[in-house]
């Protein structure tokens, strides 16, 4: 069945530094890859995504890229900030006409030292 | 984005007993909703696709005749927890999707 494996499983970084964090998919059909952040005891909120199509995706401070041939997909951090301490997601997901089937990744525990 | 609402948001209750939980797609129809089950400090585990108007699709190793799911709506789906036991004890959350996934803000199910 679907497998994304996600590494590291914690993460400490000091303020200011970069924080990347790799995913693997096995299911060559999936196409589509959000990132959640997820703080203790709130629900998962989506930071950026992308899609099988695209290769690099930018959103200020944070980037994915995704390089289909090898089934990995990453996620960047840059100027990393104590708020960016929590733990993140990495899902890769089969679907199509806006429905999504989603595997997520084991997680990651960021820390950002002040 | 999208609002996806989840009911209660935790629960205590006694071994034997059965908790229903409730997901709601606020302002979108969804066909679609997903259970996830998520242990402290680990991932969010896939339990089942809740389908609108037909029978859930349970994951591996997921018992079905102990979570039980139903789609009766485009914007609600139930997950009810049978029978609870103290094992059952997690966090469990609700998600639609739209596009992207919108989560629901999870319930705390704790059995004593």
């Known amino acids: 069945g679907e497998n994304v494996e996600q590494h590291p499983s914690t993460l400490s970084v000091q303020e200011g530094d970069s924080a990347v964090i790799k995913c693997t998919y096995s299911?060559?059909?999936?196409?589509?890859f959000p990132w959640y952040k997820q703080e203790l005891g709130k629900r998962p909120q989506l930071i950026i995504d992308?899609?099988?199509?695209?290769g690099e995706k930018k959103d200020q401070r944070i980037a994915v890229t995704l390089n289909k041939t090898a089934k990995h997909f990453s996620l960047h951090i840059t100027e990393t900030q104590p708020e960016d301490s929590a733990v993140y997601f990495c899902?890769?997901?089969?679907?199509?006409?806006?429905?999504?089937?989603?595997?997520f990744g084991t997680g990651t525990r960021l820390k950002v030292l002040a | 984005g999208a609002v996806v609402s989840q009911h209660p948001s935790w629960v205590i209750c006694k071994s034997g007993t059965s908790v229903k939980i409730e997901c709601r797609s606020l302002?979108?129809?969804?066909?679609?909703m997903f259970w996830y089950r998520q242990f402290p400090k680990q991932s969010l585990m896939l339990m089942a696709t809740s389908n609108e108007g037909s029978k859930a699709t349970y994951e591996q190793g997921v018992e079905k005749d102990k979570f039980l799911i139903n789609h009766a709506s485009l914007t609600l789906s139930t997950l009810t927890v049978t029978s609870a036991h103290p094992e059952d004890s997690s966090f469990y959350i609700c998600s639609a999707s739209r596009g992207e996934a919108f989560f629901g803000q999870g319930t705390r199910l704790t059995v004593v």
């Open positions: 992308i899609r099988s199509n695209v």
């Open positions: 299911d060559s059909a999936s196409n589509y």
């Open positions: 899902a890769a997901s089969i679907g199509t006409s806006g429905t999504y089937k989603y595997i």
């Open positions: 302002d979108f129809q969804a066909t679609t």
